[in-house]
Protein backbone atom coordinates (compact mmCIF):
# COMPACT_ATOMS: atom_id res chain seq x y z
CA UNK A 1 0.00 0.00 0.00
CA UNK A 2 2.08 2.93 -1.33
CA UNK A 3 1.53 5.73 1.62
CA UNK A 4 4.25 8.46 2.84
CA UNK A 5 5.10 7.91 6.43
CA UNK A 6 3.68 10.87 8.69
CA UNK A 7 7.15 11.49 9.84
CA UNK A 8 8.26 12.66 6.78
CA UNK A 9 5.30 14.19 6.11
CA UNK A 10 6.28 16.75 9.04
CA UNK A 11 10.01 16.92 8.69
CA UNK A 12 10.17 16.81 4.39
CA UNK A 13 9.29 20.50 3.19
CA UNK A 14 8.56 19.04 -0.63
CA UNK A 15 5.94 17.61 0.30
CA UNK A 16 3.74 20.80 1.19
CA UNK A 17 1.53 21.89 -2.08
CA UNK A 18 1.75 18.12 -3.13
CA UNK A 19 -1.17 15.47 -2.94
CA UNK A 20 -0.36 12.77 -0.52
CA UNK A 21 -1.44 9.44 1.05
CA UNK A 22 -1.36 9.20 4.32
CA UNK A 23 -2.37 5.82 6.62
CA UNK A 24 -2.83 5.51 10.50
CA UNK A 25 -5.21 5.32 13.15
CA UNK A 26 -7.33 7.76 14.19
CA UNK A 27 -6.70 9.28 17.26
CA UNK A 28 -8.80 12.15 17.92
CA UNK A 29 -11.81 13.55 15.63
CA UNK A 30 -13.96 16.13 15.79
CA UNK A 31 -17.24 18.08 13.87
CA UNK A 32 -17.87 21.64 13.34
CA UNK A 33 -20.43 23.31 11.08
CA UNK A 34 -18.80 22.80 7.60
CA UNK A 35 -15.73 21.17 8.08
CA UNK A 36 -14.37 17.95 10.32
CA UNK A 37 -11.31 17.00 11.71
CA UNK A 38 -9.56 13.82 12.34
CA UNK A 39 -5.86 13.58 13.87
CA UNK A 40 -3.81 10.26 12.91
CA UNK A 41 -1.40 8.07 14.13
CA UNK A 42 1.08 6.09 11.92
CA UNK A 43 3.61 5.18 14.66
CA UNK A 44 6.43 7.26 12.97
CA UNK A 45 6.31 10.25 14.90
CA UNK A 46 4.78 11.28 18.37
CA UNK A 47 2.71 13.63 16.91
CA UNK A 48 -0.19 13.19 15.46
CA UNK A 49 -1.61 14.54 11.47
CA UNK A 50 -4.64 16.75 11.20
CA UNK A 51 -6.81 16.06 8.50
CA UNK A 52 -8.96 18.59 7.60
CA UNK A 53 -12.32 17.67 5.74
CA UNK A 54 -14.60 19.98 4.07
CA UNK A 55 -17.90 18.68 4.31
CA UNK A 56 -19.23 19.91 1.06
CA UNK A 57 -16.53 17.72 -0.73
CA UNK A 58 -16.69 15.21 1.10
CA UNK A 59 -18.87 12.63 2.32
CA UNK A 60 -19.58 9.19 3.79
CA UNK A 61 -16.52 9.39 6.27
CA UNK A 62 -18.54 8.84 9.36
CA UNK A 63 -16.46 5.28 10.28
CA UNK A 64 -13.74 7.40 10.06
CA UNK A 65 -14.87 9.47 12.70
CA UNK A 66 -14.37 7.01 15.26
CA UNK A 67 -11.37 6.84 17.30
CA UNK A 68 -9.63 3.68 16.76
CA UNK A 69 -10.48 3.47 13.38
CA UNK A 70 -8.05 2.50 10.92
CA UNK A 71 -7.81 4.83 7.64
CA UNK A 72 -6.14 5.50 4.54
CA UNK A 73 -6.65 9.06 3.28
CA UNK A 74 -4.94 11.06 0.26
CA UNK A 75 -5.19 14.94 0.37
CA UNK A 76 -3.29 17.45 -0.63
CA UNK A 77 -0.39 18.51 2.08
CA UNK A 78 -0.72 22.18 3.33
CA UNK A 79 1.18 24.34 6.07
CA UNK A 80 -0.56 25.07 8.80
CA UNK A 81 0.10 27.52 11.37
CA UNK A 82 -1.20 25.43 14.82
CA UNK A 83 0.00 22.24 13.18
CA UNK A 84 2.73 23.11 11.02
CA UNK A 85 1.57 20.72 8.16
CA UNK A 86 -1.81 18.94 7.86
CA UNK A 87 -3.61 17.43 4.81
CA UNK A 88 -6.91 18.66 3.27
CA UNK A 89 -8.70 15.46 2.40
CA UNK A 90 -9.62 14.76 -1.16
CA UNK A 91 -10.30 10.79 -0.16
CA UNK A 92 -10.76 8.40 2.84
CA UNK A 93 -10.83 5.19 2.91
CA UNK A 94 -11.90 2.98 6.20
CA UNK A 95 -9.37 -0.21 6.27
CA UNK A 96 -10.87 -1.37 9.79
CA UNK A 97 -14.00 -0.18 11.36
CA UNK A 98 -13.64 0.34 15.47
CA UNK A 99 -16.80 0.18 17.12
CA UNK A 100 -17.80 2.00 20.13
CA UNK A 101 -16.72 -0.26 22.21
CA UNK A 102 -13.04 0.14 22.15
CA UNK A 103 -11.98 1.07 25.11
CA UNK A 104 -9.54 3.79 24.22
CA UNK A 105 -12.19 6.31 24.13
CA UNK A 106 -11.38 8.62 27.33
CA UNK A 107 -8.15 10.88 26.52
CA UNK A 108 -6.40 9.31 29.60
CA UNK A 109 -6.49 6.15 31.55
CA UNK A 110 -4.20 4.99 34.67
CA UNK A 111 -1.71 2.63 33.62
CA UNK A 112 -3.04 0.31 35.97
CA UNK A 113 -6.03 0.00 34.09
CA UNK A 114 -4.47 -0.07 30.83
CA UNK A 115 -1.89 -3.33 32.36
CA UNK A 116 -5.30 -4.67 31.53
CA UNK A 117 -5.42 -4.60 28.09
CA UNK A 118 -1.52 -4.82 26.56
CA UNK A 119 -2.73 -5.01 23.15
CA UNK A 120 -4.41 -2.23 23.21
CA UNK A 121 -2.30 0.19 25.35
CA UNK A 122 0.20 0.29 22.88
CA UNK A 123 -2.00 2.86 20.75
CA UNK A 124 -1.89 5.14 24.10
CA UNK A 125 0.50 8.39 23.67
CA UNK A 126 2.37 6.94 26.53
CA UNK A 127 3.27 3.94 24.50
CA UNK A 128 3.89 5.48 21.16
CA UNK A 129 6.17 7.64 22.93
CA UNK A 130 7.93 4.99 24.91
CA UNK A 131 8.02 1.65 22.49
CA UNK A 132 10.02 4.81 20.52
CA UNK A 133 12.35 5.58 23.20
CA UNK A 134 13.00 2.06 23.72
CA UNK A 135 13.47 1.66 20.44
CA UNK A 136 16.24 4.58 20.30
CA UNK A 137 17.96 3.63 23.62
CA UNK A 138 18.47 -0.13 21.95
CA UNK A 139 20.16 1.59 19.03
CA UNK A 140 22.19 4.20 21.56
CA UNK A 141 23.72 0.95 23.32
CA UNK A 142 24.81 -0.94 19.98
CA UNK A 143 26.31 2.50 18.77
CA UNK A 144 28.23 2.61 21.82
CA UNK A 145 29.86 -0.29 21.93
CA UNK A 146 29.96 -1.03 17.97
CA UNK A 147 31.80 2.33 17.35
CA UNK A 148 34.70 1.61 20.16
CA UNK A 149 35.18 -2.16 18.98
CA UNK A 150 33.21 -3.78 21.19
CA UNK A 151 32.06 -7.70 19.55
CA UNK A 152 28.38 -8.38 20.04
CA UNK A 153 27.79 -11.86 21.65
CA UNK A 154 24.93 -13.63 21.98
CA UNK A 155 25.00 -16.24 25.38
CA UNK A 156 23.18 -19.19 25.46
CA UNK A 157 19.99 -18.81 27.01
CA UNK A 158 19.31 -22.08 28.09
CA UNK A 159 22.18 -22.61 30.84
CA UNK A 160 23.73 -25.67 32.80
CA UNK A 161 24.87 -23.82 35.36
CA UNK A 162 22.68 -24.23 38.47
CA UNK A 163 23.43 -21.17 40.71
CA UNK A 164 24.59 -18.16 38.94
CA UNK A 165 24.40 -16.51 42.23
CA UNK A 166 22.36 -13.57 40.71
CA UNK A 167 18.51 -15.06 41.70
CA UNK A 168 16.02 -18.18 40.98
CA UNK A 169 16.15 -19.83 37.85
CA UNK A 170 13.55 -21.12 35.80
CA UNK A 171 13.61 -24.69 35.01
CA UNK A 172 13.33 -25.77 31.54
CA UNK A 173 11.85 -29.28 31.10
CA UNK A 174 10.76 -31.63 28.83
CA UNK A 175 9.03 -33.78 31.64
CA UNK A 176 5.69 -34.80 32.36
CA UNK A 177 4.56 -33.57 35.66
CA UNK A 178 3.87 -37.15 36.67
CA UNK A 179 7.40 -38.48 36.61
CA UNK A 180 6.92 -39.85 40.05
CA UNK A 181 9.25 -42.66 42.31
CA UNK A 182 13.13 -41.18 41.12
CA UNK A 183 15.79 -39.68 42.97
CA UNK A 184 16.53 -36.34 41.78
CA UNK A 185 19.06 -37.51 39.84
CA UNK A 186 17.36 -39.60 38.35
CA UNK A 187 14.46 -37.54 37.85
CA UNK A 188 17.02 -34.90 36.16
CA UNK A 189 19.25 -37.94 34.27
CA UNK A 190 15.54 -38.67 32.34
CA UNK A 191 15.19 -34.96 31.23
CA UNK A 192 16.20 -33.27 28.03
CA UNK A 193 19.54 -32.38 28.40
CA UNK A 194 19.82 -35.23 31.08
CA UNK A 195 21.01 -32.89 33.60
CA UNK A 196 19.17 -29.95 35.38
CA UNK A 197 18.88 -27.04 32.97
CA UNK A 198 16.80 -23.41 33.29
CA UNK A 199 16.62 -19.90 31.70
CA UNK A 200 19.67 -17.98 32.03
CA UNK A 201 19.73 -15.39 34.62
CA UNK A 202 22.70 -13.70 33.52
CA UNK A 203 25.09 -13.69 30.14
CA UNK A 204 27.73 -13.16 32.31
CA UNK A 205 29.89 -16.53 32.87
CA UNK A 206 29.52 -16.91 29.24
CA UNK A 207 30.45 -13.39 28.43
CA UNK A 208 33.88 -13.78 30.09
CA UNK A 209 34.23 -16.61 27.95
CA UNK A 210 34.19 -14.61 25.06
CA UNK A 211 35.99 -11.72 26.10
CA UNK A 212 38.99 -14.04 26.87
CA UNK A 213 39.32 -14.20 23.12
CA UNK A 214 37.74 -11.19 21.60
CA UNK A 215 38.81 -8.47 24.69
CA UNK A 216 35.92 -6.33 24.45
CA UNK A 217 32.58 -8.00 24.14
CA UNK A 218 28.81 -6.78 25.24
CA UNK A 219 25.82 -9.27 24.85
CA UNK A 220 22.51 -7.56 24.39
CA UNK A 221 19.40 -10.21 25.50
CA UNK A 222 17.32 -11.33 27.85
CA UNK A 223 17.05 -12.77 31.00
CA UNK A 224 14.98 -14.66 33.26
CA UNK A 225 14.73 -14.55 37.03
CA UNK A 226 12.52 -16.58 39.16
CA UNK A 227 11.56 -13.19 41.52
CA UNK A 228 8.90 -14.14 43.23
CA UNK A 229 8.20 -10.54 45.15
CA UNK A 230 5.88 -8.38 43.67
CA UNK A 231 7.96 -4.93 43.17
CA UNK A 232 7.59 -2.27 41.14
CA UNK A 233 11.47 -2.85 40.01
CA UNK A 234 11.41 -6.66 38.89
CA UNK A 235 10.05 -8.30 35.89
CA UNK A 236 10.60 -12.11 35.42
CA UNK A 237 12.00 -11.61 31.95
CA UNK A 238 14.17 -8.50 31.46
CA UNK A 239 17.03 -7.33 29.34
CA UNK A 240 20.42 -7.50 30.15
CA UNK A 241 22.61 -5.02 28.33
CA UNK A 242 26.29 -7.07 29.45
CA UNK A 243 29.78 -6.06 28.48
CA UNK A 244 32.59 -7.68 29.45
CA UNK A 245 36.10 -6.11 28.97
CA UNK A 246 39.63 -7.53 29.08
CA UNK A 247 42.57 -5.69 30.55
CA UNK A 248 40.36 -3.85 32.83
CA UNK A 249 39.98 -3.13 36.24
CA UNK A 250 37.16 -1.84 38.71
CA UNK A 251 37.68 2.20 38.18
CA UNK A 252 38.13 1.50 34.05
CA UNK A 253 34.67 -0.62 34.13
CA UNK A 254 33.36 2.57 36.11
CA UNK A 255 34.09 5.39 33.12
CA UNK A 256 32.79 2.78 30.60
CA UNK A 257 29.59 2.59 31.91
CA UNK A 258 29.46 6.58 32.95
CA UNK A 259 30.56 7.24 30.07
CA UNK A 260 28.02 4.95 28.23
CA UNK A 261 24.81 5.99 30.26
CA UNK A 262 26.14 9.33 29.33
CA UNK A 263 26.28 8.69 25.64
CA UNK A 264 22.34 6.78 25.50
CA UNK A 265 20.86 9.54 27.08
CA UNK A 266 22.06 12.01 24.88
CA UNK A 267 21.48 9.95 22.34
CA UNK A 268 18.10 9.98 23.10
CA UNK A 269 17.49 13.71 24.26
CA UNK A 270 18.62 14.51 20.83
CA UNK A 271 15.99 11.99 18.83
CA UNK A 272 13.32 12.05 20.92
CA UNK A 273 12.49 15.83 22.20
CA UNK A 274 8.84 15.18 21.70
CA UNK A 275 8.66 11.98 23.72
CA UNK A 276 10.81 13.98 26.62
CA UNK A 277 9.10 16.45 26.23
CA UNK A 278 5.38 14.31 27.10
CA UNK A 279 6.94 12.59 29.47
CA UNK A 280 8.01 16.01 31.51
CA UNK A 281 4.49 16.94 31.30
CA UNK A 282 2.63 13.92 32.57
CA UNK A 283 5.13 11.55 34.31
CA UNK A 284 8.16 13.55 36.18
CA UNK A 285 8.87 17.26 36.67
CA UNK A 286 11.60 18.33 35.05
CA UNK A 287 12.72 15.68 33.07
CA UNK A 288 14.82 17.35 30.52
CA UNK A 289 17.20 18.95 33.01
CA UNK A 290 17.63 15.60 35.26
CA UNK A 291 19.00 14.10 31.76
CA UNK A 292 20.70 17.26 30.55
CA UNK A 293 22.66 17.38 33.81
CA UNK A 294 23.82 13.68 33.72
CA UNK A 295 25.00 14.15 30.87
CA UNK A 296 26.91 17.04 31.89
CA UNK A 297 28.02 16.19 35.42
CA UNK A 298 30.49 13.60 36.85
CA UNK A 299 28.60 10.80 38.89
CA UNK A 300 29.58 10.14 42.64
CA UNK A 301 31.52 7.49 43.93
CA UNK A 302 31.19 6.61 47.38
CA UNK A 303 32.68 3.35 49.18
CA UNK A 304 30.42 1.04 50.60
CA UNK A 305 31.93 1.91 54.27
CA UNK A 306 31.32 5.57 53.88
CA UNK A 307 27.80 5.06 52.55
CA UNK A 308 27.03 3.16 55.71
CA UNK A 309 28.14 5.91 57.47
CA UNK A 310 26.06 8.28 55.66
CA UNK A 311 22.98 6.16 56.69
CA UNK A 312 24.06 5.44 60.41
CA UNK A 313 23.97 9.49 60.78
CA UNK A 314 21.12 10.13 58.98
CA UNK A 315 18.26 11.72 60.79
CA UNK A 316 15.93 9.29 59.27
CA UNK A 317 14.71 5.66 60.65
CA UNK A 318 14.99 3.36 58.04
CA UNK A 319 13.23 -0.03 58.68
CA UNK A 320 16.16 -2.44 57.85
CA UNK A 321 18.58 -2.42 59.70
CA UNK A 322 22.09 -0.64 58.18
CA UNK A 323 25.21 -1.71 60.14
CA UNK A 324 28.34 -2.79 57.81
CA UNK A 325 27.73 -5.93 56.51
CA UNK A 326 24.06 -5.80 55.46
CA UNK A 327 23.16 -5.46 51.69
CA UNK A 328 21.56 -2.05 50.76
CA UNK A 329 18.03 -1.93 50.79
CA UNK A 330 15.94 -0.14 48.26
CA UNK A 331 15.45 2.29 51.39
CA UNK A 332 19.09 3.02 52.08
CA UNK A 333 19.90 3.40 48.11
CA UNK A 334 17.43 5.36 47.59
CA UNK A 335 17.68 8.10 50.51
CA UNK A 336 21.84 7.71 49.13
CA UNK A 337 21.34 8.72 45.78
CA UNK A 338 18.34 10.83 46.16
CA UNK A 339 18.85 12.54 49.51
CA UNK A 340 22.90 12.48 50.01
CA UNK A 341 24.27 13.06 46.13
CA UNK A 342 20.80 13.99 44.25
CA UNK A 343 22.58 12.55 41.77
CA UNK A 344 23.69 8.57 40.08
CA UNK A 345 26.35 7.49 42.40
CA UNK A 346 28.54 4.23 42.02
CA UNK A 347 28.66 2.61 45.84
CA UNK A 348 32.37 0.50 46.03
CA UNK A 349 34.09 -2.01 47.63
CA UNK A 350 30.81 -4.10 48.94
CA UNK A 351 31.64 -6.69 51.79
CA UNK A 352 32.40 -9.87 50.63
CA UNK A 353 29.51 -12.05 51.89
CA UNK A 354 26.84 -10.49 50.42
CA UNK A 355 28.18 -10.60 46.70
CA UNK A 356 28.56 -13.36 44.51
CA UNK A 357 31.85 -15.66 44.42
CA UNK A 358 33.67 -14.44 41.17
CA UNK A 359 33.98 -10.46 42.48
CA UNK A 360 37.80 -9.57 42.81
CA UNK A 361 38.50 -9.98 46.03
CA UNK A 362 40.27 -6.47 47.46
CA UNK A 363 43.50 -6.96 49.57
CA UNK A 364 41.68 -6.27 52.87
CA UNK A 365 40.57 -9.70 52.61
CA UNK A 366 36.68 -8.12 53.76
CA UNK A 367 35.60 -6.47 50.57
CA UNK A 368 35.31 -7.44 46.67
CA UNK A 369 35.87 -4.36 43.88
CA UNK A 370 32.15 -4.79 43.04
CA UNK A 371 29.85 -1.40 42.86
CA UNK A 372 26.43 -1.04 42.08
CA UNK A 373 25.25 2.17 40.09
CA UNK A 374 22.52 3.86 42.11
CA UNK A 375 20.32 6.44 40.78
CA UNK A 376 17.58 8.54 42.09
CA UNK A 377 13.80 7.65 41.79
CA UNK A 378 14.47 4.04 40.46
CA UNK A 379 17.56 3.16 42.72
CA UNK A 380 19.94 0.09 41.31
CA UNK A 381 20.51 0.05 37.69
CA UNK A 382 23.70 -1.62 37.36
CA UNK A 383 25.88 -4.37 38.99
CA UNK A 384 29.37 -4.25 38.39
CA UNK A 385 32.55 -5.84 39.27
CA UNK A 386 35.95 -6.37 38.25
CA UNK A 387 36.00 -10.49 38.30
CA UNK A 388 38.52 -12.43 40.41
CA UNK A 389 41.68 -13.66 37.82
CA UNK A 390 43.19 -15.35 40.05
CA UNK A 391 42.55 -19.01 40.03
CA UNK A 392 43.15 -20.05 43.76
CA UNK A 393 41.30 -16.99 45.24
CA UNK A 394 38.47 -18.19 42.62
CA UNK A 395 38.66 -21.70 43.83
CA UNK A 396 38.75 -20.65 47.56
CA UNK A 397 35.26 -18.36 47.25
CA UNK A 398 33.45 -21.10 45.38
CA UNK A 399 34.49 -23.79 48.16
CA UNK A 400 33.41 -21.20 51.08
CA UNK A 401 30.11 -21.11 49.08
CA UNK A 402 29.50 -24.27 48.84
CA UNK A 403 29.41 -24.60 45.40
CA UNK A 404 29.39 -27.59 43.15
CA UNK A 405 33.00 -26.94 41.25
CA UNK A 406 32.04 -29.43 38.48
CA UNK A 407 29.02 -27.43 37.47
CA UNK A 408 31.75 -24.47 36.39
CA UNK A 409 34.75 -26.62 35.11
CA UNK A 410 34.96 -24.06 31.90
CA UNK A 411 34.58 -20.86 33.77
CA UNK A 412 37.29 -21.71 36.41
CA UNK A 413 40.12 -23.26 33.64
CA UNK A 414 39.64 -19.08 32.00
CA UNK A 415 41.88 -18.33 35.39
CA UNK A 416 44.12 -21.58 34.21
CA UNK A 417 44.97 -20.28 30.58
CA UNK A 418 45.93 -17.16 30.00
CA UNK A 419 43.84 -15.20 32.34
CA UNK A 420 43.68 -11.84 32.60
CA UNK A 421 42.32 -8.73 34.97
CA UNK A 422 39.00 -8.39 33.39
CA UNK A 423 35.55 -6.78 34.69
CA UNK A 424 32.13 -5.75 33.58
CA UNK A 425 28.88 -5.14 34.36
CA UNK A 426 24.84 -5.76 33.79
CA UNK A 427 22.57 -3.12 33.23
CA UNK A 428 19.02 -3.54 33.14
CA UNK A 429 17.31 -2.05 30.10
CA UNK A 430 14.15 -1.84 31.69
CA UNK A 431 15.22 -0.10 34.89
CA UNK A 432 16.92 2.92 32.76
CA UNK A 433 14.16 3.41 30.66
CA UNK A 434 12.37 4.08 34.11
CA UNK A 435 15.16 6.16 34.52
CA UNK A 436 15.02 7.80 31.19
CA UNK A 437 11.03 7.98 30.81
CA UNK A 438 10.06 8.58 34.67
CA UNK A 439 7.37 6.24 34.49
CA UNK A 440 7.83 4.44 37.84
CA UNK A 441 6.46 0.75 37.32
CA UNK A 442 8.47 -1.88 35.28
CA UNK A 443 5.73 -3.00 34.53
CA UNK A 444 4.88 0.02 32.04
CA UNK A 445 7.89 0.04 30.28
CA UNK A 446 7.84 -3.08 28.36
CA UNK A 447 5.36 -4.35 25.48
CA UNK A 448 4.29 -7.52 27.85
CA UNK A 449 5.55 -7.55 31.54
CA UNK A 450 6.24 -11.19 32.75
CA UNK A 451 5.88 -11.05 36.64
CA UNK A 452 5.13 -13.73 39.31
CA UNK A 453 1.17 -15.24 39.53
CA UNK A 454 0.06 -13.77 35.99
CA UNK A 455 1.01 -14.30 32.32
CA UNK A 456 -0.44 -13.05 28.97
P1 LIG B 1 18.15 -5.99 42.52
O1 LIG B 1 19.02 -5.86 43.75
O2 LIG B 1 17.57 -4.71 42.05
O3 LIG B 1 17.16 -7.11 42.60
P2 LIG B 1 20.28 -7.53 41.46
O4 LIG B 1 21.39 -7.03 42.29
O5 LIG B 1 19.67 -8.84 41.77
O6 LIG B 1 19.13 -6.42 41.35
P3 LIG B 1 22.10 -7.93 39.28
O7 LIG B 1 22.26 -9.39 39.39
O8 LIG B 1 23.17 -7.06 39.76
O9 LIG B 1 20.70 -7.52 39.93
O10 LIG B 1 21.71 -7.61 37.75
C1 LIG B 1 22.24 -6.50 37.03
C2 LIG B 1 21.14 -5.50 36.70
O11 LIG B 1 20.05 -6.12 36.07
C3 LIG B 1 20.54 -4.82 37.89
O12 LIG B 1 21.32 -3.75 38.31
C4 LIG B 1 19.19 -4.36 37.37
O13 LIG B 1 19.33 -3.16 36.61
C5 LIG B 1 18.83 -5.46 36.39
N1 LIG B 1 17.89 -6.41 36.99
C6 LIG B 1 18.17 -7.40 37.85
N2 LIG B 1 17.08 -8.11 38.17
C7 LIG B 1 16.06 -7.55 37.47
C8 LIG B 1 14.67 -7.85 37.35
N3 LIG B 1 14.12 -8.87 38.00
N4 LIG B 1 13.92 -7.08 36.54
C9 LIG B 1 14.48 -6.05 35.86
N5 LIG B 1 15.79 -5.73 35.92
C10 LIG B 1 16.58 -6.47 36.72
MN1 LIG C 1 23.15 -6.03 41.72
Known sequence: MKHIDIKDIFSNPFYIGKTVTV????????????????????????????IVIEKEKLSGYDEAMKLGTSVRIAGTCCESPV?????????IEVLGACPGDYPLQKKRHTLEYLRTMPHLRVRTNTFNALLRVRSRLAAAIHEYFQSRGYVYVNTPIITGSDCEGAGEMFRVTTQDYDVTGLTREEYYAGDFFGRKAGLSVSGQLEGEVAAMAMGKIYTFGPSFRAENSNTPR?????????????????????????????HIISAVLEACPDEIAFFEKHFEEGLRDKLRSIVSHDFAV????????????????????????????????????????KKPVFVINYPKDIKSFYMKQNPDGKTVAATDLLVPGVGEIIGCSEREADLDKLLEAMKARGMNLDDYEDYIELRKFGSVPHSGFGLGFERIL?????????????LYPRTVGGIR
Not at 83 to 91: K, L, Y
Not at 314 to 326: I, K
Not at 434 to 446: E, H, K, L, P
Open 434 to 446: MYVTGISNIRDVT
Open 234 to 262: HLAEFWHVEPEVAFAELPDIIEIAEDMIK
Open 302 to 341: VEYTEAIELLQKADRQFNYPCDWGADLQTEHERYITEEVF
Open 23 to 50: CGWVRTSRDSKNISFLEINDGTTFRHLQ
Open 83 to 91: NGVEINAGF
